[in-house]
């Protein structure tokens, strides 16, 4: 394996400019498919963070005495991903308006009659807040007799859901696209070093050399290709992020955005991808080249 090895790097070093030409290319591609998923990674944290800070309101009709009251509590808290249920009167809720209004107090104190319902606040259980489990509960708080009307921010939550579902996709396509043309570009730099390379292969089969002692040294220069590649796009986009976040920080400090890195979970899986992508070009450049 030393042997090999050696003859790996010895081969890098006699065609330097196309092998640093493939490592720049498995730099950019994995700096450009990372950044998409480090992207998307803060996508999802900054949704589930919103999506655990949502409340239903259901507004209660006027006609609902204090037995519809009770009796329509006791069923939303019997419902399946229901965490808890807080009761607001409609006194309490024009308190809470005119706190929230100091400025413009003139506009609600000098109404004849409280013109806000009573309403019910619910809290979901956290695992349960997927769009669509919100959207089926609300529709069963909406069936109760005793309730009038209900809100949880649905036109936004949707519109965001679908953004986010869009983004995605794109990134899952993007992710495909810069694989294959990465393969592409590694097994055709490969291959022009192979062809710098033919008499000498030729020879070496002519003395009876087998195709896995011409190829072992090949599918390391790949490994070692696609390992420093993976390795510089990360650098690179560690560098990136810290200039970023520090901006974000500066700039919008007042809201609350948490940028995160990679896991190193997610950083290892991005390292044997890049190594797997050095390993394939030269493997279909090899296969094809022998062939030939």
Request: aromatic fraction near 12%; proline fraction near 2%.
């Amino acid at each position: 394996m030393i042997f090999f090895l050696k003859r790996a790097i010895k081969d890098m070093a006699d065609n330097t400019f196309l092998h640093i030409v493939t490592i720049i290319t498995i730099a950019l591609s994995i700096l450009i498919a990372s950044s998409i998923g480090l992207l998307f990674f803060n996508a999802g944290d900054v949704m589930s963070t919103w999506k655990k800070g949502i409340r239903i309101m259901a507004y209660v009709s006027p006609a609902a005495g204090e037995q519809g009251l009770l009796e329509t509590r006791g069923a939303m808290e019997k419902m399946n991903g229901v965490g808890g249920v807080r009761f607001i009167s409609k006194e309490e809720a024009l308190a809470d308006l005119k706190i929230q209004m100091k400025r413009q107090l003139s506009l609600i104190e000098n109404l004849d009659r409280n013109p806000l319902p009573d309403a019910f606040e619910i809290q979901m259980i956290p695992t349960d807040q997927t769009w669509e489990r919100i959207e089926t509960l609300a529709a069963h708080i909406q069936s109760l007799p005793m309730i009038d009307d209900v809100e949880y921010g649905q036109a936004w939550l949707g519109r965001l859901s679908n953004i986010f579902s869009l983004f995605q996709f794109i990134g899952i396509t993007m992710g495909v696209l810069f694989f294959m043309v990465t393969v592409f570009i590694i097994s055709n730099t490969i291959r022009l070093a192979l062809y710098s390379r033919r008499e000498e292969i030729e020879i070496m089969r002519l003395v009876g050399a087998t195709d896995a002692f011409i190829k072992i040294p090949s599918y390391f220069a790949g490994l070692i290709q696609g390992a420093v590649g993976g390795l510089l796009g990360l650098i690179a986009l560690y560098i990136s992020y810290l200039v970023i976040s520090a901006n974000i920080e500066k700039n919008f400090s007042f809201y609350v955005v948490d940028i995160h890195f990679l896991s190193g979970k997610v950083i290892l899986w991005i390292l044997l991808y890049s190594i797997f992508v050095g390993w394939l070009g030269c493997f279909l450049s090899l296969k094809q080249f022998l062939k030939n």
